[in-house]
């Protein structure tokens, strides 16, 4: 007969081969249960046990490592448009991405299904991603952006201050586009072109901050331009925008100087008078003439200035004739010719002679070039002389003496007789 002792060591020898004879499912169950009955930590170190060592780089970080994600190195880094017009010169509004009802993420997303490297409470827990995929993916030879919903964006989308835009099924737009009328340019790494130069199929063309072509008076990183569609419009060489002057070249682009010359003062001169006398249409330079021959009186001066360094000289001349209301023939041309080559004209100041008091006396005029070639004589202070009361002295012909008592013959500066010009 077995001692009680004995049946005990029986019962735990049969109890264990029973164990081991278990199902391995069942014997998972059991652990199961067991974990879930435990604390915390317990679940935590399963938690770890079965993520182990695994530590992947989220794949927006892989593959902008790769050069796989739309970068900024081959474009401009754009500013996201703001709620502030970009106002033409004619004071209309131009259209803007945020008018498009575009949506904005904040930052790069992973897609479901890879590892991220995440904080657990011990710092360094790793977590299986089991969201949607979010962020920038590749399709092919074009990019997407999906949001929460794995759906690809269209229209307009301001990711990270910068604009894209997508077309009808999603995929990333670069180059010339045209929404809703207006033209856009994206850099090849999908950015939106604002502020900026960029090239056309003939000359640049400027957008502005909303991204659209620029037009009328604009501040650009060249400076100041005159712009029609984005193309610098040059095609009117004087404007006259907001009671201020502006000479522009072909380009566009503002002139530093409105004659040219560089000299403030001079400049601020012209501008007043042309701006408050002549205006700048089609009769401007006769009306020129009229206000430097009808305001200004004659004063006799004993010295002439010589005809090679006319530029440098004729500058003064003209300021002095303006500040003290009076001067000599080549003062009276100097502020003429200046008022007209800041029109547009091919004028220039001449000295040299004119028949007088029985033999010659030294003088100093305007001639203008017109567009053929045919030289004219715009002469003011021979105007105001009484010698030849009856002669017209603007825009007019190179006249000879001879029978005709009127006409004059104009010398240069070497005694030479000017030829007649047609």
Same mark, same amino acid.
């Given at each position: 007969?077995?001692?009680?002792?004995?049946?005990?060591?029986? &019962?735990?020898?049969?109890?264990?081969?029973?164990?081991?004879?278990?199902?391995?499912?069942?014997?998972?169950?059991?652990?199961?249960?067991? &974990?879930?009955?435990?604390?915390?930590?317990? &679940?935590?170190?399963?938690?770890?046990?079965?993520?182990?060592?695994?530590?992947?780089?989220?794949?927006?970080? =892989?593959?902008?490592?790769?050069?796989?994600?739309?970068?900024?190195?081959?474009?401009?880094?754009?500013?996201?448009?703001?709620?502030? =017009?970009?106002?033409?010169?004619?004071?209309?509004?131009?259209?803007?991405?945020?008018?498009?009802?575009?949506?904005?993420?904040?930052? %790069?997303? /992973?897609?479901?299904?890879?590892? !991220?490297?995440?904080?657990?409470?011990?710092?360094?827990?790793?977590?299986?991603?089991?969201?949607?995929? &979010?962020?920038?993916?590749?399709?092919?030879?074009? @990019?997407?952006?999906?949001?929460?919903?794995?759906?690809?964006?269209?229209?307009?989308?301001?990711? =990270?201050?910068?604009?894209?835009?997508?077309?009808?099924?999603?995929?990333?737009?670069?180059? @010339?586009?045209? !929404?809703?009328?207006?033209?856009?340019?994206?850099?090849?790494?999908?950015?939106?072109?604002?502020?900026?130069?960029?090239?056309?199929?003939?000359?640049?063309?400027?957008?502005?901050?909303?991204?659209?072509?620029?037009?009328?008076?604009?501040?650009?990183?060249?400076?100041?331009?005159?712009?029609?569609?984005?193309?610098?419009?040059?095609?009117?060489?004087?404007? #006259?925008?907001?009671?201020?002057?502006?000479?522009? =070249?072909?380009?566009?682009?503002?002139?530093?100087?409105?004659?040219?010359?560089?000299?403030?003062?001079?400049?601020?001169?012209?501008?007043?008078? #042309?701006?408050?006398?002549?205006?700048?249409?089609?009769?401007?330079?006769? %009306?020129?003439?009229?206000?430097?021959?009808?305001?200004?009186?004659?004063?006799?001066?004993?010295?002439?200035?010589?005809?090679? /360094? @006319?530029?440098? @000289?004729?500058?003064?001349?003209?300021?002095?004739?303006?500040?003290?209301?009076?001067?000599?023939?080549?003062?009276?041309?100097?502020?003429?010719?200046?008022?007209?080559?800041?029109?547009?004209?091919?004028? #220039?100041?001449?000295?040299?002679? !004119?028949?007088?008091?029985?033999?010659?006396?030294?003088?100093?005029?305007?001639?203008?070039?017109?567009?053929?070639?045919? %030289?004219? !004589?715009?002469?003011?202070?021979?105007?105001?002389?009484?010698?030849?009361?009856?002669?017209?002295?603007?825009?007019?012909?190179?006249?000879?003496?001879?029978?005709?008592?009127?006409?004059?013959?104009?010398?240069?500066?070497?005694?030479?007789?000017?030829?007649?010009?047609?």
């Amino acid at each position: 007969m077995m001692s009680d002792k004995g049946k005990a060591c029986l &019962v735990a020898v049969v109890t264990a081969f029973a164990l081991c004879a278990m199902p391995v499912a069942a014997l998972a169950d059991e652990a199961a249960d067991a &974990v879930s009955s435990q604390p915390e930590a317990a &679940v935590q170190a399963v938690t770890e046990a079965e993520q182990g060592d695994k530590d992947v780089a989220a794949p927006a970080e =892989e593959a902008a490592a790769e050069g796989e994600t739309p970068s900024e190195e081959d474009g401009k880094d754009a500013v996201a448009p703001t709620n502030a =017009e970009a106002t033409t010169e004619a004071g209309a509004a131009a259209d803007k991405p945020e008018d498009k009802g575009e949506v904005s993420a904040t930052a %790069k997303e /992973t897609p479901a299904g890879e590892t !991220v490297a995440t904080d657990g409470e011990d710092g360094d827990e790793d977590v299986e991603s089991t969201e949607p995929t &979010v962020g920038w993916v590749k399709d092919g030879l074009t @990019w997407q952006y999906l949001d929460d919903a794995g759906a690809a964006k269209t229209g307009w989308f301001d990711w =990270e201050g910068h604009w894209y835009l997508f077309d009808a099924n999603g995929q990333m737009l670069t180059g @010339w586009q045209e !929404v809703s009328g207006v033209r856009y340019y994206l850099y090849a790494s999908g950015v939106l072109a604002q502020g900026d130069w960029v090239a056309g199929t003939g000359q640049p063309t400027y957008l502005g901050d909303s991204g659209a072509p620029a037009s009328g008076l604009t501040e650009t990183p060249r400076g100041t331009y005159y712009l029609n569609d984005g193309l610098g419009d040059g095609s009117q060489r004087l404007r #006259i925008i907001n009671s201020k002057l502006y000479r522009f =070249e072909s380009s566009g682009a503002a002139a530093s100087s409105l004659t040219g010359t560089g000299n403030t003062q001079l400049d601020q001169i012209v501008e007043k008078i #042309i701006l408050t006398k002549t205006g700048i249409g089609s009769d401007a330079a006769e %009306k020129a003439y009229d206000y430097v021959r009808q305001n200004y009186s004659y004063a006799h001066m004993d010295t002439w200035p010589a005809q090679e /360094t @006319w530029e440098t @000289w004729s500058q003064d001349y003209a300021i002095h004739m303006y500040t003290a209301g009076s001067g000599n023939c080549y003062r009276y041309a100097c502020l003429l010719t200046w008022i007209l080559r800041t029109l547009g004209y091919d004028a #220039i100041v001449r000295v040299g002679w !004119v028949p007088g008091y029985g033999g010659k006396i030294p003088h100093g005029w305007c001639e203008v070039t017109l567009a053929n070639g045919a %030289k004219r !004589v715009v002469d003011c202070s021979m105007a105001r002389n009484d010698m030849w009361p009856q002669m017209d002295w603007y825009m007019n012909t190179y006249k000879r003496t001879g029978s005709d008592p009127a006409h004059i013959i104009y010398y240069d500066y070497n005694n030479v007789e000017i030829a007649t010009y047609a």
